[in-house]
């Protein structure tokens, strides 16, 4: 790969072989509009869009990625291939010093929003380590996965409206619970409030038409690029809640998201083959091309006024279902998706306990505890504390890395009379 023009640091997360996507704005410059990152800067899409060719421009000067991710897969391979030439030492860009300096922009003076005006979301529980840890907790090892999971990806539909940016800060949520012992339900501020390890991807391409499905091995063509998030869970609430129907309020209350989204043509490096799935799956969900990605995950806490601690490292090459059974599964009825849609990895769990991705597993339902610096312990999240997500792939001296999904807790509102 040639070198940039822009200075990229060693060990940076955004090379020219990365380019993620995000929406940003500046002080100067309110109009939220389309960038990529390279080194410690952003290119400006918008204002180099005339530098592309026509049949994307416009998707280009959009205040979101939705109209990009609608292109198909091609119109993707344009835009990337041209960014990076744009980038590079000797190209026009280069040699433009007026344009240079307004398209290529600071991390540190810009603002990052969501990436895209999403539509749906749907978490998957797709994580075989993550999944059986639950069901020994709550059924035995004997039961620990439901009979159905080896056979179909097990999902929800999650809520899109409260899906927010990295840095936007988390209300601890009110809600109903049941506690041991109790008699009856109770309504407080939620006690057992955790952090969920997950990776997502979006939507793209043209989506599908309503009654028609998507075929296992096509749908890589929908699968516009990934993104570091944190699905917070109120535990106590959704014991409570959840049967017969799963997860509603105790998982409503907000999901965070990196603003960075890498392209899918970013990852092929550090392609995997598909993690072996016993017994063999319904022919709908045969997948017969490797999408399965080698990206370490790591979680840290930042309790108030102290530094961070790594707590949890994990991997996406622990995901049992691939995002193509996921969206194969998920049209097989023809439910039709459209592009900004958001679908969610679930839990990513390693085999050892400091590679689980959550404090339920860490602290095994609260029957153990987490040792911090300076004496402090957890269980479970307490007010102002922050959990910071980051995930980079690595290989042959090449990294590839998704920036950073932040969210603090703030304290719950007070209880309505």
Same mark, same amino acid.
């Given at each position: 790969?040639?070198?940039?023009?822009?200075?990229?640091?060693?060990?940076?997360?955004?090379?020219?072989?990365?380019?993620?996507?995000?929406?940003?704005?500046?002080?100067?410059?309110?109009?939220?509009?389309?960038?990529?990152?390279?080194?410690?800067?952003?290119?400006?899409? &918008?204002?180099?869009?005339?530098?592309?060719?026509?049949?994307?421009?416009?998707? @280009?000067?959009?205040?979101?990625?939705?109209?990009?991710?609608? *292109?198909?897969? +091609?119109?993707?391979?344009?835009?990337?291939?041209?960014?990076?030439?744009?980038?590079?030492?000797?190209?026009?860009?280069?040699?433009?010093?007026?344009?240079?300096?307004?398209?290529?922009?600071?991390?540190?003076?810009?603002?990052?929003?969501?990436? #895209?005006?999403?539509?749906?979301?749907?978490?998957?529980?797709?994580?075989?380590?993550?999944?059986?840890?639950?069901?020994?907790?709550?059924?035995?090892?004997?039961?620990?996965?439901?009979?159905?999971?080896?056979? *179909?990806?097990?999902?929800?539909?999650?809520?899109?409206?409260?899906?927010?940016?990295? %840095?936007?800060?988390?209300?601890?949520?009110?809600?109903?619970?049941?506690?041991?012992? #109790?008699? &009856?339900?109770?309504?407080?501020?939620?006690?057992?409030?955790? /952090?969920?390890?997950?990776?997502?991807?979006?939507?793209?391409?043209?989506?599908?038409?309503?009654?028609?499905?998507?075929?296992?091995?096509?749908?890589?063509?929908?699968?516009?690029?990934?993104?570091?998030?944190?699905?917070?869970?109120? $535990?106590?609430?959704? &014991?409570?809640?959840?049967?017969?129907?799963?997860?509603?309020?105790?998982?409503?209350?907000?999901?965070?998201?990196?603003?960075?989204?890498?392209?899918?043509?970013?990852?092929?490096? /550090? @392609?995997?083959?598909?993690?072996?799935?016993?017994?063999?799956?319904?022919?709908?969900? $045969?997948?017969?091309?490797?999408?399965?990605?080698?990206?370490?995950?790591?979680?840290?806490?930042?309790?108030?006024?102290?530094?961070?601690?790594?707590?949890?490292?994990?991997?996406? &090459?622990?995901?049992?279902?691939?995002?193509?059974?996921?969206?194969?599964?998920?049209?097989?009825? %023809?439910?039709?998706? $459209?592009?900004?849609?958001?679908?969610?990895?679930?839990?990513?769990?390693?085999?050892?306990?400091?590679?689980?991705?959550?404090?339920?597993?860490?602290?095994?339902?609260?029957?153990?505890? *987490?040792?911090?610096?300076?004496?402090?312990?957890?269980? /479970?999240?307490?007010?102002?504390? +922050?959990?910071?997500?980051?995930?980079?792939?690595?290989?042959?001296? @090449?990294?590839?890395?998704?920036?950073?999904?932040?969210?603090?807790?703030?304290? #719950?509102?007070?209880?309505?009379?």
């Amino acid at each position: 790969m040639s070198q940039s023009f822009v200075p990229v640091p060693a060990n940076s997360d955004f090379p020219l072989e990365n380019l993620p996507y995000a929406v940003f704005s500046t002080d100067n410059n309110k109009v939220n509009r389309i960038c990529v990152a390279i080194g410690q800067h952003v290119l400006d899409l &918008k204002a180099v869009s005339q530098l592309y060719p026509s049949q994307v421009q416009k998707s @280009l000067q959009a205040e979101t990625l939705n109209e990009l991710m609608g *292109l198909d897969f +091609e119109a993707w391979d344009v835009v990337r291939s041209q960014t990076q030439k744009l980038l590079t030492k000797g190209s026009e860009l280069d040699h433009n010093v007026d344009l240079k300096a307004v398209s290529i922009v600071p991390q540190s003076e810009i603002k990052l929003h969501l990436p #895209a005006q999403i539509g749906d979301y749907t978490d998957f529980y797709s994580s075989i380590h993550h999944a059986t840890n639950v069901g020994i907790m709550f059924r035995g090892p004997d039961n620990a996965l439901m009979p159905n999971w080896r056979h *179909l990806p097990v999902g929800y539909h999650g809520r899109a409206s409260s899906v927010v940016v990295s %840095g936007t800060p988390i209300r601890r949520p009110l809600g109903q619970t049941f506690p041991d012992g #109790a008699e &009856k339900p109770v309504f407080g501020a939620c006690k057992l409030l955790d /952090f969920e390890l997950e990776m997502a991807f979006f939507i793209g391409g043209k989506g599908n038409q309503l009654g028609e499905p998507i075929r296992v091995d096509e749908a890589w063509k929908n699968v516009f690029g990934f993104t570091l998030m944190n699905d917070w869970s109120a $535990r106590d609430i959704q &014991k409570w809640e959840y049967v017969p129907l799963g997860p509603f309020t105790a998982k409503n209350l907000g999901t965070t998201i990196s603003p960075w989204v890498v392209p899918t043509a970013a990852l092929k490096p /550090f @392609l995997l083959e598909n993690f072996p799935q016993e017994p063999e799956v319904l022919p709908y969900l $045969r997948q017969s091309i490797p999408f399965n990605f080698d990206i370490n995950l790591e979680v840290s806490l930042k309790p108030a006024d102290q530094n961070e601690s790594l707590i949890s490292k994990s991997n996406f &090459k622990h995901l049992y279902w691939t995002p193509l059974q996921q969206i194969a599964h998920h049209t097989v009825t %023809g439910c039709n998706l $459209r592009p900004g849609d958001l679908m969610a990895s679930g839990t990513i769990s390693g085999e050892t306990p400091d590679s689980y991705g959550s404090l339920l597993e860490l602290c095994w339902k609260g029957t153990k505890t *987490l040792e911090l610096p300076g004496g402090k312990t957890r269980k /479970f999240l307490q007010d102002f504390d +922050e959990v910071i997500i980051r995930g980079h792939c690595d290989k042959n001296g @090449l990294r590839i890395g998704f920036g950073e999904c932040v969210g603090q807790v703030l304290p #719950a509102h007070p209880v309505p009379q």
